[in-house]
C-alpha cells in the first residue's frame, strides 16, 4: 500500500506485477497485488491521516480479506497508518483477522516485520559475497532513502561489519564519514518525523547537502532504498568509476534499465529488488501465519526465517541464472525462478 503524491495507475501497475514474481521468489504460498494513493501523509496531522485512512478503508474493505489481498507497508504506509486502516477494517466488518501486516505489536503484529526488508536486504547481499569468497566486514556502504527500509538496511550493515556513509530524503542527502549513527536516524525520523537537516545539526561529523548526490560517494556496495529511477545511467557510471563491486536494490525498481546494463557490463553484481526485497513481504507471510494460528513467535525465530528465506532466494537466482548459462546473471535468475513458479502454477491450474 503506497501513500505518496506521484502515485498513479502506471506505478501501481509495475509494482503490482514485480509483487507477483518477488512472492513467487519468497518460497511462500502468497499471490501478489498492489494498491494505494495520491494522498501525501506527510505535513499532515494524526488526525488528518486518520480521517483520510477511515475513508479509503471504507471502500477498500469490499476487495481485501485475510485470503484474498492483505495490504502491508510502502512508501508513506507505516505503522501508524496501518493502523487506522485495520481499526476501520474491523469496524466495517466487525472480524479481527491478518488482513493488513505490520500491525501494531500489541495487536496482532509480527516482531522483526519493521526491520524485515532492511534486514533481508543485508542476509541476501551477505550471501552473495559470501558466494564470491568475500563478506561485509570493513565495506564501504552507500545507502539512498531515510524511511522504512533504510533505516533498517543500515542498520543490519553496520551490524556486520560495514560502515554506512550516506543516506536521504527527497529534499537532500548526509554525508557521515564516521558512520551513520543509526539511533539518531531513527529518533528524527521515525520518533520526531522530522527532515534530515535536524539529523545533521545533532551529530558534528555529519554533512548535509541539497539535492541528489549519494551515488556519487566513493564506496563498495550501493544499496538504492528510496524510490523508483532513482540511480540513472549517469550514477552507474560514477558508482563503477568508484569501483563499487555491488548494487543490490532495496526499493522497487530503483534502478534505471540503462544504468542495470551499465552496472552489469562492467562487471558489478547487481541483485534486482524482486530478489533483494523480499523479506518485507515474506516477513508479512510470517505474521499471517502467526496470525492464524494465534501465536506470536520470537524475534529470534522470525529473524531465522527470514535470514534462511532471504538466502535461499540467492541460492534459486544464482542456480537459475546458471542453468540458463548467465552466470551471475541475477536479473535473468529472479526472472527466470519467479516466472516458473507462476507459469507452473497457472497451468496446472487450467487457463482461463
Ligand atoms: P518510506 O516512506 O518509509 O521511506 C521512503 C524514503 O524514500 C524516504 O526517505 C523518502 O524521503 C524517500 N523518497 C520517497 N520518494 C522519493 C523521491 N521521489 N525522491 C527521493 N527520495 C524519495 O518507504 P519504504 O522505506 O517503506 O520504501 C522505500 C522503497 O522500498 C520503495 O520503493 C518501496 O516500494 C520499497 N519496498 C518497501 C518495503 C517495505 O516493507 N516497506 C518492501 C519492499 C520494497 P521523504 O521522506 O523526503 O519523502
Redesign the pocket.
Known amino acids: 500500500m503506497r501513500l505518496?503524491p506521484?502515485v498513479n495507475l502506471g506505478i501501481l501497475k509495475f509494482?503490482g506485477f514485480e509483487q507477483i514474481f518477488k512472492n513467487s521468489l519468497t518460497t511462500l504460498p502468497i499471490g501478489g497485488a498492489k494498491g494505494g494513493s495520491d494522498f501525501d501523509p506527510?505535513g499532515k496531522s494524526d488526525r488528518e491521516v486518520m480521517a483520510f485512512c477511515q475513508s479509503f478503508m471504507t471502500e477498500l474493505h469490499k476487495y481485501i480479506g485475510a485470503d484474498i489481498d492483505v495490504p502491508?507497508?510502502?512508501?508513506?504506509t507505516?505503522a501508524r497508518e496501518i493502523g487506522y486502516l485495520f481499526g476501520q477494517y474491523k469496524r466495517l466488518t466487525n472480524r479481527f483477522e491478518g488482513v493488513l501486516t505490520g500491525k501494531g505489536l500489541e495487536w496482532g503484529g509480527s516482531l522483526a516485520r519493521t526491520e524485515?526488508?532492511g534486514y533481508g536486504l543485508l542476509y541476501l547481499v551477505n550471501a552473495l559475497l559470501k558466494d564470491h569468497a568475500d563478506d561485509l566486514a570493513g565495506k564501504t556502504v552507500v545507502v539512498s532513502?531515510?524511511?522504512?527500509?533504510?533505516t533498517y538496511a543500515v542498520e543490519k550493515a553496520q551490524q556486520l561489519g560495514a560502515k554506512v556513509v550516506t543516506v536521504?530524503?527527497?529534499?537532500g542527502w548526509i554525508y557521515d564519514p564516521a558512520g551513520i549513527d543509526v539511533a539518531l536516524l531513527k529518533e528524527v525520523k521515525e520518533v520526531r518525523r522530522e527532515r534530515l537537516t535536524a539529523y545533521a545539526a545533532e551529530r558534528d561529523s555529519a554533512e548535509y547537502h541539497e539535492g541528489r548526490g549519494v551515488w556519487a560517494v566513493k564506496a563498495d556496495v550501493a544499496l538504492p532504498?528510496?524510490?523508483?529511477n532513482?540511480l540513472t545511467l549517469d550514477d552507474a557510471k560514477q558508482l563503477v568509476t568508484n569501483g563499487v563491486k555491488v548494487v543490490a536494490e532495496?526499493?522497487?525498481m530503483?534502478t534505471t534499465l540503462d544504468a542495470t546494463k551499465y552496472l552489469q557490463e562492467n562487471g558489478v553484481l547487481f541483485v534486482p529488488?524482486k530478489a533483494a526485497?523480499a523479506g518485507?513481504?515474506a516477513v508479512s507471510a510470517l505474521e499471517m501465519s502467526q496470525n492464524s494460528e494465534r501465536l506470536s513467535w520470537t524475534f529470534e525465530e522470525v529473524d531465522g526465517q527470514l535470514k534462511q528465506i532471504m538466502e535461499t532466494i540467492y541460492d534459486n537466482i544464482a542456480t537459475t541464472a546458471k542453468e540458463f548459462g548467465a552466470e551471475d546473471d541475477f536479473v535473468v535468475g529472479a526472472n527466470i525462478a519467479g516466472f516458473l513458479k507462476v507459469a507452473k502454477a497457472v497451468e496446472a491450474q487450467g487457463v482461463c
Do not use: F, R, Y
Not at 502491508?72 to 508513506?76: E, K
Not at 532504498?225 to 523508483?228: E, R, V
Open positions: 505518496h506521484t509494482l506527510k502491508a507497508g510502502d512508501i508513506g507505516g524485515a526488508t532513502g531515510a524511511g522504512n527500509v533504510a536521504s530524503d527527497s529534499t532504498c528510496a524510490t523508483q532513482e532495496g526499493a522497487n530503483p529488488g526485497n518485507g513481504v
